[in-house]
C-alpha cells in the first residue's frame, strides 16, 4: 500500500527538515521524502502550499477513564477523539478504576486500544499501589507490559522519600517520573485559583504555590539522584520560574509541559461569561494574568518542553452542579491544535517549528515514544495542519463522549487537515475514517 | 382637555361637604377622616380644617396605602409592581364613624380595597365615603355619601385631579385621549 | 419603578435605585407589624418553598412570617445531608420540587454559587438567603434599612466591618451594599482571615481593631466559628477576643452615637462582649425586626413577575 503526499511544508525539527517536500508513505512506514517523488501507483493526497505535514502529535497527558469510568470516555472514544484532533498517539493517565498499578492493567489497556484503531496509546503506569502513596509499585514489570512513565496524577507523589526513591528507581529503568505537582495541606479543600475573583465569588482558593513548592522539591530530587522528572501540568509563574532556573543550572533530566487553557485562559473567566461554570473548573486552576502570562513566555523561550492537553472527559451530570461539588477537568484533546494556532502562532508568539517542536518532537523525546520525527523506516505517523483553517468549537460535535470544555463557539484560526497513522488515514476533513 | 373645576369651586365644593358632615352625623364626635394615598390625603387634611374652622373641634386624620389590598395586584406580567407607602392611622379605628377621602370615584376598586384595608384595623361603627369627583362607570356597588361634583364621563376620557399639596395648583382636568378633535 | 432582575441572587447585580427601591418598599412594610392584623392580601394565592440545606433558625423564621404577613402560601423544607448523600443531585431535588409550580423559592446553601445554578436552570424565582461564601443579599439589606434609621443615610458613614472575613458572605454582601451608596467600609480581622486582594473590594483593610473601630459611626461583628482554629486560622478563640473582640473600652473610641450590629448569632465573648451585645449602642434585635420587613418587601417586589424558563 502507498501513500503520497504530495506538496506542503513539511515541518521536522528533529531532522531539521522544513521546507517543501513530498512524502511518501509504504506499508506503514515513512519510505522516502524529496523534493518531487513521483506518483508510481500511490494513492496521492494533495497538500495545498501553506498546509504542514508534521510528525504525528503526541498527547502525553490524557485521561481515557477506561476501566472504570467509562461513562465518562472509553479507549475508543478518547482515541477517536485524538485522532480528531490531530494526534497520531497518547499517553493514558493510571487513575482509572482499577488505577493501573499492575501489567494486568496495563495489558487491557493496550488490548482495547489495538481493537479501537485510532491514535496509538502509551499507558503511564501509578507510582504506587492505588495511587495512595504508600508502597512503590512494581514499576519494571509495568515497563515491561508497556507503560512508557509513571505518575500518581489526580494527586502529588505523596512525599519526598517516596519522590526520591521513584526517581532513582524509575531512572534505573530510564524511564521518567510525572508529578501532579501539588503541596496537600496549601490545596486544601480548594476549589479554583486564589485570587481575587475566587475571593469575591466565594470560592475556596488554591495559591500558585501550592504548585511551586512541589515542583521545586522534584527539582530537587532529580538533581541529587539524576532520574528524569517532568512537571505535569504547569499553572502557578513560580513553578516555570523554578524550571527555568533548574535548567539553566544544568538540570538535564527536568522537563515540563502545559496544557493550552493555562496559556488562554485566567481566573477572569470564573465570572465571565458565566458566574460559576463548571467547565472552568479544573486542576491546576486557571490563574491570573500574570501566570497565564508566565506560560506564554516560557512556551517562547524554550523553558516548556511539551504542550499537553490533561484530557478530563467528565459526564454532563457530573458537571451540572454546584461548583463547589463539580469534578475537576476538560476535555481538550479537540481543541489543542485550533488554540495552539491561534494563540501561539498567529499571535506572533512562537513559529511553527516550535510549535511541531511542542506538540511532537518533544512528547516523543520526554517519553522516549518512536514517533517525533519522520525518519526513514520510521512508521508513518503523520499530521496534516492547516494554519489558516477557520475553526468554530462545538461542542456538541466534538468526538469525545464527553463535551465539558470551556471553548464551545471560539472561533479560532489553525485545524487538522488529516491524521495518518501508521500509513493508515484515519481522520481527513471532519471524518473519522 | 377642559377644565371641569377650578380652584374656587373646588373650595366650595369641600366647604359644602364639611357642613353635610356635621349635618348628617350631627357633630364632629366620634368622627375620623381617612384619606387613600395618594390624593386623598390633602384632600381629607382640608375637610379636617374646615370642620375645625365651622364647629372648633379636632377630627382625627390618617392616611391609607391600599396598594397591598388591590385586586389587580400581581396580574401584570413582568410588570413593575405599584410603589408601597406607608399607612399611618395613628388613632384606633374602633367604634368610629370614619370618612373615607378620595381625590376620584370611578370602577370603586380602589374603594373595595380600602375598604378591606380598614376592616384589618379595627371595627368601624360606620365607614363613609367622600370623593371630590363622582365619574360615574362602577363595576362594584359602591356609592359615595358625599361628592363634590357629579361628572359624566366616557370610558376613553380620563379625570386628572391636581391639587395645590401635590401638583401646585388646585383644579379638575378633563382629558380626550390623542387623536380626539382639539378644542 | 421595578427590579431589574426576576431572582435576588446577589447585591452585586443590584443598583444603587434597585437597593433605594427595596428600602422604601420595606419602610412601608414596616408599619404593618404595627398594626393589629399582621397580615395584607398582596401575595394572596402564591407559593413561596422555602429550600434550606444548612440549618437556620433567625433567616428561615424571619422569611416565613414575611411571606405569611404577605398572605403567601409558605412551605419550609430543612434539607438533610443525608438526602444529598442518597446521592440526588440539588438540580434534580428543585426540578422535582418544580413540579409543584411554587412561584419563588427561597434557598439557603452550602456551596457558593448554588442560587445562579437554579437561576440559570430553573423556571422558579430565586431568592438567595445565603450561598456558602458568597452572598446573603437580604441581610446586607436589613443592615443597610437599620443603619438608615438611626443614621438616615448610609454615604459617607464610616463602617467597620470586624471577624472572619474570609469566610463570611455577609461581609461580602455588606460590602457591595455600602459602596454602592457611598459608604467607607473597613474590614478587620487577623490577616489569616483575610481574602486575596481585599482592598480590590473597595475597603480599608486592617488587622488593627483600633484602626477601624476609631471614629466610626457603625460596628458591624461578624461570627467566628470555632472550627476556625482547625485550619490554624486562629490559636485560640481567647486570643481571637483579645485581639479583636468588641468590648466597652473599644467601643469608647467610635463616635458617641456609634450603633452595633451582628448578624447572629453571636458568640458571646468571643467576637463581642456580653455587656455590648446588650447595651445601650447595640441595635441587634432591631436588625432581626428589621429583617422581615425588607423581606416582605424583597417578596413583594420580585413577586410581581411571573414564573418563566429564562
Not at chain 1, 519510505?31 to 504525528?56: E, H, L, N, Q, Y
Not at chain 1, 493496550?110 to 504508600?134: D, F, H, N, Q
Not at chain 1, 458565566?274 to 479544573?282: A, E, G, L, Q, S
Not at chain 2, 358632615?21 to 377622616?33: K, P, V
Request: with cysteine.
Amino acid at each position: 500500500m502507498k501513500l503520497l503526499l504530495k506538496g506542503g511544508r513539511v515541518v521536522d525539527p528533529a531532522a531539521g527538515r522544513d521546507g517543501e517536500f513530498d512524502v511518501l508513505i509504504e506499508d506503514g512506514r515513512i519510505a522516502r521524502i524529496a523534493k518531487s517523488v513521483p506518483a508510481d501507483g500511490a494513492d496521492v493526497i494533495a497538500v495545498k502550499p501553506g498546509w504542514i505535514v508534521a510528525p504525528g502529535l503526541i498527547d502525553i497527558h490524557v485521561h481515557l477513564r477506561e476501566p472504570g469510568q467509562e461513562h465518562k470516555e472509553t479507549i475508543a472514544t478518547g482515541a477517536a477523539s485524538a485522532v480528531a484532533g490531530g494526534f497520531t498517539a497518547v499517553a493514558c493517565m493510571p487513575n482509572t478504576d482499577p488505577v493501573n498499578d499492575h501489567p494486568g492493567v496495563t495489558q487491557l489497556i493496550l488490548r482495547k486500544a489495538a481493537e479501537a484503531g485510532g491514535a496509538r496509546v502509551y499507558p503511564i503506569g501509578a507510582v504506587s499501589i492505588g495511587s495512595r502513596g504508600e508502597q512503590l509499585a512494581e514499576l519494571a514489570a509495568q515497563k515491561a507490559a508497556g507503560c512508557v512513565a509513571f505518575t500518581d496524577d489526580g494527586r502529588p507523589v505523596a512525599t519526598a522519600l517516596l519522590m526520591r526513591r521513584a526517581l532513582e528507581y524509575a531512572g534505573m529503568l530510564g524511564v521518567p517520573i510525572v508529578d501532579h505537582c501539588e503541596d496537600p495541606s496549601l490545596k486544601g479543600d480548594g476549589v479554583a485559583h486564589e485570587g481575587f475573583h475566587a475571593a469575591r465569588l466565594g470560592l475556596r482558593g488554591i495559591p500558585g504555590v501550592a504548585e511551586s513548592i512541589a515542583v521545586e522539591r522534584g527539582i530537587a530530587l532529580a538533581e541529587i539522584t539524576g532520574g528524569a522528572f517532568h512537571v505535569a501540568h504547569m499553572s502557578a509563574r513560580q513553578s516555570v520560574r523554578a524550571v527555568r532556573d533548574a535548567k539553566m543550572r544544568g538540570a538535564r533530566t527536568v522537563t515540563c509541559e502545559v496544557a493550552p487553557h493555562h496559556f488562554v485562559l485566567t481566573d477572569e473567566a470564573l465570572e465571565t461569561p458565566i458566574r460559576y461554570d463548571t467547565n472552568v473548573k479544573m486542576n491546576p486552576p486557571l490563574r491570573e494574568a500574570a501566570d497565564r502570562d508566565a506560560m506564554l513566555e516560557g512556551i517562547a523561550d524554550g523553558t516548556v518542553d511539551v504542550i499537553a492537553t490533561d484530557h478530563a472527559p467528565h459526564h454532563a451530570d457530573e458537571k451540572l452542579v454546584e461548583f463547589d461539588r463539580a469534578p475537576f477537568g476538560i476535555v481538550g484533546l479537540e481543541t489543542c491544535v485550533p488554540l495552539v494556532f491561534d494563540r501561539l502562532v498567529h499571535a506572533g508568539r512562537i513559529g511553527i517549528r516550535r510549535a511541531v517542536e511542542l506538540l511532537s518532537t518533544n512528547p516523543a523525546r520526554v517519553f522516549h515514544l518512536p514517533g517525533g520525527s519522520l525518519a526513514d523506516g520510521a512508521a508513518a505517523d503523520v499530521t496534516i495542519l492547516d494554519p489558516d483553517a477557520r475553526v468554530v468549537v462545538r461542542a456538541a460535535e466534538l468526538k469525545s463522549k464527553s463535551k465539558n470544555t470551556p471553548f464551545d463557539g471560539w472561533e479560532l484560526k489553525g485545524g487538522v487537515v488529516a491524521t495518518i497513522v501508521g500509513g493508515t488515514v484515519v481522520y481527513r476533513n471532519g471524518q473519522l475514517l | 382637555m377642559s377644565q371641569v373645576m377650578d380652584a374656587d369651586r373646588m373650595g366650595r365644593a369641600l366647604t359644602r361637604i364639611s357642613h353635610e358632615i356635621l349635618e348628617r352625623n350631627r357633630g364632629t364626635s366620634e368622627l375620623a377622616l381617612v384619606g387613600i394615598r395618594t390624593r386623598g390625603v390633602p384632600l381629607a387634611r382640608r375637610i379636617a380644617r374646615s370642620l375645625h374652622e365651622i364647629n372648633h373641634e379636632h377630627v382625627p386624620t390618617g392616611a391609607l396605602d391600599i396598594t397591598l389590598y388591590r385586586d389587580d395586584l400581581m396580574r401584570q406580567p413582568l410588570g413593575p409592581q405599584p410603589v408601597v407607602h406607608r399607612t399611618e392611622i395613628p388613632f384606633s379605628i374602633d367604634d368610629r364613624r370614619i370618612l373615607l377621602v378620595d381625590d376620584v370615584l370611578y370602577t370603586g376598586r380602589t374603594i373595595r380595597a380600602a375598604l378591606d384595608a380598614l376592616i384589618d384595623f379595627g371595627r368601624p361603627r360606620a365607614i363613609q365615603l367622600i370623593v371630590l369627583i363622582d365619574r360615574g362607570h362602577r363595576e362594584l356597588p359602591i356609592k359615595a355619601d358625599y361628592v363634590g361634583k357629579n361628572l359624566p364621563t366616557s370610558l376613553k376620557e380620563s379625570v386628572q385631579v391636581r391639587l395645590q399639596e401635590t401638583d401646585g395648583e388646585d383644579e379638575v382636568l378633563l382629558t380626550e385621549p390623542a387623536g380626539a378633535e382639539e378644542s | 419603578m421595578t427590579l431589574k432582575s426576576r431572582h435576588l441572587l446577589g447585591i452585586a447585580d443590584l443598583d444603587p435605585e434597585e437597593i433605594g427601591l427595596i428600602l422604601e418598599t420595606a419602610d412601608a412594610m414596616t408599619e404593618i407589624a404595627a398594626r393589629p392584623i399582621k397580615k395584607v392580601p398582596a401575595l394572596r394565592g402564591r407559593t413561596v418553598v422555602n429550600l434550606f440545606f444548612e440549618p437556620s433558625t433567625r433567616t428561615r423564621t424571619s422569611f416565613e412570617v414575611a411571606e405569611k404577613r404577605l398572605s403567601a402560601d409558605t412551605l419550609s423544607i430543612a434539607v438533610a445531608q443525608s438526602s444529598v448523600t442518597k446521592g440526588e443531585t440539588l438540580l434534580d431535588t428543585v426540578r422535582n420540587l418544580e413540579a409543584m409550580a411554587p412561584d419563588m423559592i427561597v434557598m439557603r446553601h452550602g456551596s457558593s454559587g448554588a442560587p445562579h445554578l437554579l437561576a440559570r436552570l430553573c423556571r422558579s424565582a430565586i431568592i438567595n438567603a445565603g450561598d456558602g461564601m458568597h452572598e446573603h443579599p437580604t441581610q446586607a439589606l436589613l443592615d443597610a434599612f437599620t443603619i438608615r434609621e438611626h443614621k438616615k443615610r448610609l454615604d459617607g458613614l464610616k463602617v467597620a466591618i470586624v471577624g472572619d472575613l474570609l469566610h463570611s458572605r455577609v461581609l461580602r454582601s455588606n460590602v457591595h451594599l455600602l459602596n454602592k451608596m457611598g459608604a467607607n467600609v473597613w474590614a478587620c480581622g487577623p490577616t489569616t482571615l483575610m481574602p486575596s486582594d481585599l482592598a480590590r473590594f473597595g475597603v480599608r483593610p486592617t488587622a488593627s481593631i483600633d484602626e477601624a473601630i476609631d471614629e466610626a459611626d457603625v460596628i458591624m461583628m461578624l461570627r467566628i466559628q470555632h472550627e476556625r482554629m482547625h485550619g490554624h486560622f486562629i490559636p485560640s478563640t481567647r486570643e481571637y477576643f483579645t485581639l479583636f473582640g468588641l468590648t466597652p473600652a473599644r467601643v469608647a473610641r467610635a463616635k458617641p452615637d456609634v450603633i452595633i450590629m451582628h448578624p447572629g448569632p453571636m458568640n458571646r465573648g468571643v467576637e463581642i462582649d456580653s455587656d455590648v451585645a446588650d447595651g445601650p449602642y447595640s441595635v441587634i434585635l432591631e436588625q432581626v425586626a428589621n429583617g422581615v420587613a425588607v423581606r416582605m418587601a424583597v417578596l413583594y417586589l420580585l413577586a410581581g413577575q411571573e414564573a418563566q424558563a429564562d
